[in-house]
C-alpha cells in the first residue's frame, strides 16, 4: 500500500496532529533541502512520517520522498491560511531585490491558531463514464476546495460540503457501506454505528461485511443488487432509499466485474453522495459528531443532521481577524 496521491489527500493547515518537535525537524529537512539544491523560488516538498520500528516510543522517522523545484497547488492555498504573499516573496527571492526577512509563520507549533483551513480534493468522476472512483497512488482529482473553520473538524465538513456531489444523507434514508479483506473494521464499525444511532438504516453487499458490522452491535441488511442490470438497478437504489455510499474498500480491483468497483461507480452514476477513503471516512464521522446538538432541529425535528451547511459562515478576513485578537 504507497497510500494515496498527494493531489488527492486532504491538506490541513495549521497542522493538527504533529508535535512541536516534529514541525522542527521537518522545517530543518527543508533548509537542508534549499541550501543543497541553492533553491532561490518555490518548491514543494514531501515527507513521510512513521513509527521507528526500534525504538517505538521515540520519535517519528521522517523520510523525503519527493522535491520539486516548483510551486505546488498548496501555495495559493497556504498564502490565504497565513494571510502571506508568497508569491510575492518568491518573486523577489528568484530576482534577489527586496526579499523579505524569513518568518516562522508556525510559530514552531507552539502557539495554537483560533481556526483551521482544510483543502480537500474535487473529482469528476461524472465526466469518465467506467472510470472507477478508487484512490491511489495516481492523481485524480480535478480540483479542489478550501474552507476555514474554527476546528479541524469544522473546516473539514464545510470543505467536503462545499464539493461539487457531496451532500449529507437525507434523514431516515439508508446509508450503503462496503469493504474488503484490507478495510479497517475498527472503521467499518465507527462509520456504521454512527449512522445508525441517528436513525439510518445501514446495509450493505455481502454476509461478511455484515458480520464485521453486527460486531459493533448494528442492525444491517445484507441486499444483493444487480450491477449489471441498469434498469433494475436503479429501481432497487430508490427503493431501498439508498443516500449515501461508503465503499472502503482498499484492494484495487482486477477488472470491473468487482463488487466495490461497481458500488462506487453506481454510487457517482447514480448521484450519490460517496466516501472512498477510510481516514476521510473517519474525519467525517468526528466532524458530524462534533457539530451542535440538535443543529437541525427546526428542519428535521429530532433529526441530528442537517443536509444544509450545518455551521456558520465566516468571511474570510473574520477567520484572519481572530489572530489579531489578544
Known sequence: DAGVHSGDASLILPPASLAPEVMQRVRAIGDKVADAFAISGPFNMQIIM?????????????KVIECNLRASRSFPFVSKVTDTNFVEAATRAIVD???PEPQDLMQGGNVPWPYTAIKVPQFSWTRL??????????????????????????????????????????????????????SEPRIVQKVASYFAGTGYP????????????????????????????????????????????????????????????????MAVDFGLPLVN??????????????????????????????????????????????RNVD
Open 277 to 322: 477513503d477510510q481516514r476521510c471516512a473517519e474525519m467525517l464521522i468526528d466532524a458530524l459528531e462534533a457539530l451542535p446538538k440538535g443543529a437541525a432541529v427546526a428542519e428535521y425535528g429530532s433529526q441530528p443532521l442537517n443536509m444544509q451547511t450545518p455551521v456558520d459562515v465566516k468571511t474570510w478576513k473574520q477567520y484572519l481577524d481572530m
Open 97 to 99: 531585490e527586496g526579499v
Open 50 to 62: 512513521q513509527k521507528d520500528s526500534a525504538n517505538p516510543d521515540g520519535p517519528p522517522l521522517l
Open 129 to 182: 463514464a467506467g472510470a472507477d472512483p478508487f484512490l491511489g497512488v495516481e492523481m485524480s482529482s480535478t480540483g479542489e476546495v478550501a474552507c476555514f473553520g474554527r476546528t479541524p473538524a469544522e473546516a473539514y465538513l464545510v470543505s467536503l460540503l462545499s464539493t461539487n456531489g457531496f451532500r449529507l444523507p437525507v434523514p431516515g434514508k439508508t446509508v450503503y457501506i462496503g469493504m474488503d479483506d484490507l
Open 202 to 265: 445501514i446495509m450493505t453487499d455481502s454476509e461478511a461485511s455484515a458480520k464485521v458490522i453486527a460486531e459493533a452491535n448494528v442492525d444491517v441488511k445484507v441486499v444483493s443488487l444487480d450491477y449489471n442490470n441498469r434498469r433494475t438497478l436503479r429501481d432497487e437504489v430508490f427503493g431501498n432509499d439508498i443516500d449515501l455510499v461508503v465503499n472502503l474498500a482498499k484492494r484495487r480491483p482486477g477488472d470491473k466485474n468487482d463488487t466495490n468497483y461497481a458500488m462506487r461507480r
